[in-house]
């Protein structure tokens, strides 16, 4: 899906109880756990873009995956001194589970109208750009912009637009990559030029603030 | 009284591949405590489940046992003059600590000397535990750990409770902020959390509240569940080698559920329809008469009903619904019209796209073809024309489950379409073998595609800098390369590497780059050693063979089988490799003419030559028939008439022209062995 909400949240340090406390918020959305199959499974975030990973699960209700559940432990390629759980719900597959539909197109947004009636078009655009008509060669250069833009900012410490450029970087990517555009290798060349960046803006971000 | 020990480790889900093997490792630190600290006990047992990790040890003894260490000191003869110590005697005693009537005397060595016994403390096996718990915890292998907590503490998930008790008695323990206690947690779900075991009442007291720690016990009660739903629809549920375990290793209490779904997905290919349920969802597929039924079964962790059964059918019929929308707008493009689009897919930055790597596969795949029997040529050609196209279709490209179904996807595609069998087969099967478990492909046709695939990703590979080195082999070039030796020793193909080598070379039009084909060249040979010592042959028989044969693979690998079997008989086989040897050493690397047979002198010298000339047409007709046992017996022949020579002749005469003429003569005898194998490589025990 080119559009997708996600609730995240960040409990720093991560409590001794995180899996209670999460476990105890499904309830708060009128979930009873004790009707249902919730399952941890394994599942390590990585954003080998971001020089970002943790370890942790997918969980699983019924079968179906609705949230991200990480204990981070790098990011921009530095190990954290405190480890934070990462807990990111998925918004629409939450929902598709509460208003017992099948699909996301079928979940009531009012009581007239689907979020079919008002995404399915965009959606749609969206997907003939992403995997055929987004230009190639207008995407390699602006990748190449992002990245002399973010080295640049992040060089005159403007951290934080910085930043930004680094996150563009990263989606100029994931959209090349999605339109099958990079081979193995050049993708794996393209990964290192942005962990590089992130892994600038990090070493900045400590150098300038810790 | 209660001497078990039980110490249970939980945590947050750990994953289930990872549950055995760390088991094995808690008990390994167990036992390696205690034998090193002398405390028996009857029996140590694991338990696991995806959030503890548990030993109970039976009948443990309440202490160490006496263990006594013995400490050499002065010679006897020093130490006591007329029977009284001496002052070196009291001295001993006194840097040991113990009174001087205490010292023993001792033969070490053959000589006298006094001993120290001195008794090692010995302490409580609670507090030898007590000690060393959290070290053995801390060492439990996973092959991924992580940090939660301050102290930093790597383990594969957070640990948030130990058990650990010496009979009804708590030994207490701290780690990573957890303190150890009687207490456990039940099943996350339908317990009602804390309760309070003890050793003996361990595995009831969790099961009365829905864990069940043994995980044999686990997996028969599941897989007898799945068995008894799929009898309900007069089924059997299919198990995928892995997925049984895998299961009962993601769920601490076995439940099953038993779904289904449209009957209409049942048109889509079987293995697409297990991917959708396997590969994510690790659901049991079910079969009648090995047809695909409708339904599925799935191992859960909570008691079943109907909300639970209804939410996993809806996932798997989403996952479906990918599949056959793929299904359907993949089929509106014909296969033979996605040639053209492969140009659209890249393969190396510097290597083209892949609509160029089927045209080198096209082009391979005919010179093999060509030096093969009973080949079909236009199935061949078409097979390798068609190979790739699969990986322009939606149901590969979506990244998802189906994507490890390539080749397969293609193959079904063309059955579809009414391509013939045969090309479908070679599409499918030209991946084959994946891996050195895997199935051979099932055509001629396929493998020779198989091979192509194989050489072309290697010489792409190494052309693109991307060669393994160490363990670092991201393109499996070294898999590829077993495989392609699998196939040919399997399908007896003969025909020269070095040629093929050169064509595709030249396909990427680098055809003189004699750097790189010499690269390949060592790579080739090396993985052909390998793959002939896993067959058992000797590493000094795969040496000589592959210096002389590594070019015709089903050569190297039959004439190394020859001369095992040779080997067999010791004594003959000395004799063959020692009378070559002979020759070899005189020859010292040089490389004289040819044989003047007007100046062969003495009846010796005859005799050796007319005997090699005799039987050189015949070793050609073996080597003709790849009947090498026959073959290298036959060079046995040579050996008297090669002693006889070297007994009475001498080859290294003054007379130049003699001299010469004997050591071609040699030369040339020395060649026919090396019609087989380098025998200088051969090492005779």
């Known amino acids: ?93 939450i929902a598709i589970l509460l208003s017992r539909v099948n699909s996301v197109f079928d979940l009531p947004w009012s009581p007239k109208k689907t979020w079919a009636d008002l995404n399915k078009e965009q959606e749609y655009q969206f997907c003939v750009y992403n995997f055929d008509e987004a230009n190639i060669n207008s995407l390699s250069k602006y990748f190449e912009e992002c990245k002399e833009e973010a080295k640049r900012l992040i060089n005159m ?30 993708r794996n060349n393209y990964i290192l030029e942005i962990r590089k960046l992130a892994n600038m803006a990090a070493k900045k971000w400590i150098e300038m603030y810790s | 009284m209660d001497r078990n020990v039980l110490i249970e480790i939980g945590t947050e889900e750990i994953p289930a591949g990872y549950l055995e093997p760390a088991a094995r490792s808690f008990e390994k630190g167990l036992r390696d405590l205690f034998s090193s600290n002398k405390i028996p006990y009857s029996k140590i047992s694991i338990f696991y489940t995806p959030r503890r990790l548990t030993v109970i040890v039976e009948n443990i003894a309440e202490k160490q046992e006496r263990v006594v260490n013995k400490i050499k000191g002065p010679p006897a003869a020093l130490a006591y003059k007329d029977g009284k110590p001496t002052k070196m005697a009291r001295g001993f005693a006194s840097s040991k600590g113990i009174p001087l009537d205490s010292l023993i005397i001792e ?189 599925f079964i799935s191992g859960i962790n909570n008691k079943p009903n109907k909300e639970i059964i209804k939410g996993n059918e809806k996932v798997l019929t989403a996952r479906l619904e990918d599949a056959k929308f793929y299904w359907e707008v993949d089929r509106k493009i014909p296969i033979k019209e996605r040639l053209a689009k492969l140009s659209g897919i890249k393969w190396h930055t510097n290597l083209g796209n892949l609509l160029q790597r089927t045209e080198r596969l096209i082009e391979l795949s005919k010179w093999i073809g060509e030096k093969v029997d009973n080949i079909n040529l236009s199935v061949l050609k078409e097979g390798a024309k068609l190979s790739k196209v699969d990986l322009t279709t939606l149901m590969i490209r979506d990244g998802k489950e189906f994507t490890s179904l390539e080749g397969y996807i293609g193959s079904q595609y063309g059955r579809a379409e009414g391509l013939s069998e045969e090309v479908c087969k070679v599409i499918e099967d030209h991946y084959k073998p994946r891996n050195v478990e895997d199935e051979l492909p099932r055509s001629k046709e396929a ?95 795969a040496k000589a063979v592959l210096s002389e044969k590594w070019n015709v693979i089903l050569d190297s690998y039959l004439v190394a089988k020859a001369m095992m079997k040779i080997r067999e008989d010791q004594v003959e086989f000395e004799k063959l490799v020692i009378g070559q040897k002979r020759v070899s050493n005189i020859l010292e690397g040089k490389t004289p003419g040819k044989v003047n047979k007007s100046r062969l002198k003495e009846k010796e010298e005859k005799d050796l030559f007319n005997k090699a000339k005799e039987i050189e047409p015949i070793l050609n007709e073996f080597i003709k028939k790849k009947e090498y046992l026959e073959g290298i017996n036959e060079l046995k022949k040579l050996r008297q008439s090669i002693d006889n020579l070297f007994d009475n002749v001498m080859v290294m005469d003054k007379d130049e022209k003699l001299k010469n003429n004997r050591l071609a003569l040699l030369y040339y005898v020395r060649s026919l062995f090396h019609l087989f194998c380098d025998f200088e490589e051969i090492i005779i025990d």
Do not use: C
């Open chain 1, 157 to 186: 410490n403007l951290l934080y637009p910085g930043y930004d450029f680094v996150i563009k970087a990263s989606h100029t990517f994931n959209l090349l990559d999605a339109r099958g555009a990079l081979s193995v290798e050049q």
């Open chain 2, 107 to 295: 033969k070490i060595d053959g000589n006298e000397y006094v001993v120290a016994e001195i008794e090692q403390e010995i302490k409580s096996t609670k507090e030898i535990l007590k000690e060393n718990l959290p070290s053995i915890i801390k060492n439990i292998e996973f092959p991924k750990k992580m940090r939660w907590e301050k102290t930093n503490l790597f383990f594969a998930r957070p640990i948030r409770w130990i058990v650990a008790m010496l009979g009804k008695k708590v030994i207490p323990v701290s780690l990573a902020g957890v303190k150890s206690s009687n207490t456990t947690l039940g099943n996350r779900l339908i317990s009602e959390g804390k309760i309070k075991v003890s050793p003996s009442n361990y595995k009831k007291k969790l099961k009365e509240s829905y864990v069940m720690a043994n995980p044999g016990e686990r997996k028969s009660l599941l897989k007898n569940l799945i068995e008894k739903e799929a009898r309900k629809i007069k089924g059997v549920p299919y198990f995928s080698p892995g997925l049984l375990d895998e299961v009962s290793n993601l769920i601490e209490y076995p439940f099953v559920i038993l779904g289904s779904f449209d009957k209409k997905f049942l048109t889509l290919p079987d293995k697409v329809v297990i991917s959708a349920m396997e590969t994510h969802q690790r659901y049991f597929s079910v079969k009648k008469n090995s047809k695909l039924m409708p339904y």
């Open chain 2, 447 to 541: 493998a020779i595609v198989s091979l192509a695939d194989r050489i072309d990703l290697i010489v792409g590979s190494f052309l693109a800098g991307e060669k393994p080195t160490g363990s670092r082999d991201p393109f499996g070039l070294r898999q590829a390369m077993s495989g392609f030796i699998r196939i040919i020793t399997e399908f007896k193909f003969s025909f020269p590497l070095d040629e093929l080598l050169k064509k595709n070379l030249q396909l990427f039009s680098k055809a003189e780059n004699t750097e790189i084909f010499e690269e390949i060249r060592q790579f080739i040979i090396e993985r052909e050693g390998g793959s002939l010592q896993s067959k058992g042959i000797r590493y000094d028989i």
């Open chain 1, 1 to 93: 899906m080119q559009q997708f909400q996600q609730y995240q949240v960040i409990l720093k340090p991560a409590p001794y109880d995180v899996q209670e406390q999460y476990l105890e918020s499904l309830k708060y959305l009128s979930l009873d756990i004790s009707e249902h199959d919730i399952r941890f499974v394994e599942d390590d975030w990585e954003s080998p873009t971001l020089g970002a990973w943790g370890l942790g699960w997918e969980v699983w209700m019924d079968g179906q995956e609705i949230t991200q559940f990480t204990y981070f432990q790098q990011v921009g390629g530095i190990n954290l001194d405190l480890i934070s759980a990462e807990l990111t719900y998925g918004l629409e597959r």
